[in-house]
């Protein structure tokens, strides 16, 4: 699978549940889906490479294939409709809108800029092509998925 498979799916659900999406902020949900997939499978959702750029997380493939967008919202009859590419999904890619959907690009960009983030931990300045890891993503996404378990346990 690709980051742009992914990035459809994700794609129809918002446009389903009423919502637009911008590049930045499909791209970072492409980013979130692809860490809590690798916490929770040990497997990659897709074999696009991820990098560190100024503003987060991106795949190269993906931001070419959205960049004409810019900072608009990509626009909702783009969006093909009919059933995602892979059903057994589904649930996954809704959780994934249903809980980041709502935050604008700036605010996911902001979410993958925390201390300790993979993004932060390799980002240099002004250099580009720094790839990311699948390591440190999916340390970081299963140190949250551990938060959440313990949570969860505990009530």
């Known amino acids: 699978m690709s980051a742009q498979v992914v990035a459809d799916d994700i794609l129809k659900i918002a446009k389903r549940r009423g919502m637009t999406l911008t590049p930045m902020q499909l791209m970072k949900l492409v980013y979130i889906s692809y860490g809590w997939y690798l ?29 004409r967008f810019g900072k608009d919202q ?4 783009l969006v093909a409709d009919g059933p995602i590419s892979n059903t057994a999904m589904g649930a996954f ?5 249903e809980n980041y959907g ?20 390799v980002f240099q300045p002004n250099v580009m092509g720094i790839e990311i890891e699948d390591s440190l993503i999916r340390e970081h996404y299963q140190q949250g998925l551990d938060a959440r378990r313990a949570t969860a346990t505990a009530t």
């Open 39 to 67: 916490a929770m499978h040990n497997t990659k959702l897709f074999n696009d490479r991820i990098e560190a750029w100024k503003y987060g997380p991106v795949i190269p493939n993906l931001y070419q294939a959205t960049k």
């Open 93 to 97: 890619y809704d959780s994934i809108v």
């Open 102 to 121: 709502k935050y604008s690009g700036i605010a996911l960009s902001n979410l993958t800029h925390r201390h300790g983030t993979p993004w932060q931990q």
């Open 74 to 77: 990509i626009p909702i009859n």
